[in-house]
């Protein structure tokens, strides 16, 4: 792992010349530049992560996908997830020091933005009922040099976290911001019942917030509503049709409707008289899954805020990829309108992503396990519209018994 | 974890360009608008006003941080007080917002700055 830090450092010292040193621009002598936009957007991208990248999207994502399949029988599943992204905004900062030991050049200088999510959670059920917990920790941060970026996110993040992932009902649910650092921690606490033709789900957010689901078993027909910040916001909605499959190798086809938030401004003292903007991406999504067991297409259009191709996407990958696990690779393009509001000019960009999903079935607690890397994806794109060209590494494992 | 620690090689600091400050200002008019009238296209809109009606003056400074171009050149003014006139923008009341308008001109009032780095050409 050193040798690993040691290489990365190495790497990066050709690129940037160390004769000056700039390993001695630490972000403790560093301020972030207010006014900038990018520390309006790296406050908004840790509001985004704190929120987005919370509780709820966990639980439905890696637990109330696994209850809903059960269908009646008992069961449940344990699952822990890790979501680190590299460069998510670029933060204009002035180190006061430099000249010292930190070259003068560098007096004024750009210093990337890393976030991760952390999430830990459990679902159960005992017949046609159920309960689930999920816990999230988030924290986002200027990047230091290249060893201690390595060891952060590498390794102290990833341990830091267990604590407050598991005690997070006893420590509760809070926001905190330094500077250009946030940490938050959130908790979901909710039920699930199977009425045989539909399952249902509701939680509440230590932070105030609700979700809501339903899946209705014969179509597919299901609708999601996330709300936040006192129930005041929608932080999601989506509704339509999930994996009808219509004919013997076309596949799974899903078909539906997401309000994302796009853009959010972030209050400040100046517009205490305003409260924060929301607009919302707005997308009508086709995803066609398993085309002759080993290809998926997946397209949406965006109706809001200004009509365009958002992302056409396709991919490759092991046969019967959903039901099997495997490998797959995606590639395609992402589309975002202009938002001079963020020094974001939009357009085209393009997205790849590889999974691998490894599964240890042994009949009584099966373990999956998922790694991911993604490089525009065009969710994180929707999330963080400034995040051009970030990279996103994610890991799951879930244990279903 | 090995994916990690190699992708922390990635670039993570680099010196801004000369036109940031000017073009933090552009963005600052842009984000004040959105913020005050949620509307985007507006937003977008004045920020094309603000490119077609300025130049930027690139930023240079010496080792002291003392800004050696434009009109702020050896008097003092230091290269982080050139975000001033960005940072005053983004603190402006919705009333000011509203008052300014599609005026790029008096944004660019609300700061000394902001004619260290921006020449208003129209």
Known sequence: MIGLLLLAGAAQAEVLDLDKDIYQCTPDDMAPIWGSAGYSNALEAFRTNATTWSSTRFAEEKLLSHTEALDGEDGGVFAWQFDLSYNVARLPVYSKDAGAECPWEYRISERVIDMQAHNLGVAFRVGRVGAFYASSVTFGAPAQDPFSRGMLWSMGAPIYAFVPLMTAPLTGSFQNQIGASAYAQEYILGLSADLDVADLNVGYTRSRGLYASAFEKRLGLYGTLVLRDRLSTIGQAEAGLRRLTIADGAGATSLFGRALPLTESVDTDAADDQPGVIQQLLTGNVVQEGIGGYVDLDVAYAVSPEPLLHKALIAVHSVNFLENGGLRLQGGMVTLPRMAWYGVDGGRFPSVRADGDFRLLDGDADVLVNASLLYNDAEQLALYPFAENAISARFSMETVW | ?122
Request: proline share 4%; with cysteine; net charge negative.
């Open chain 2, 1 to 122: 974890m090995m994916l990690l620690t190699l992708l922390s090689g990635c670039a993570w600091l680099a010196p801004v360009d000369g036109d940031s400050p000017c073009e933090e200002a552009g963005y600052a008019i842009a984000r004040r608008t959105f913020d005050c009238t949620a509307d985007p296209e507006l937003s977008n809109d004045r920020h094309d006003r603000f490119l077609e009606s300025t130049e930027c003056i690139p930023l240079t400074f010496d080792e002291s941080g003392v800004v050696t171009s434009g009109p702020g050149a050896n008097q003092g003014v230091l290269a982080e007080d050139t975000y001033h006139c960005a940072f005053l923008i983004s603190e402006l009341s919705c009333e000011a917002v509203d008052a300014l308008g599609d005026d790029i001109a008096a944004w660019l009032e609300v700061s000394n700055a902001c004619e260290y780095v921006i020449e208003v050409t129209k």
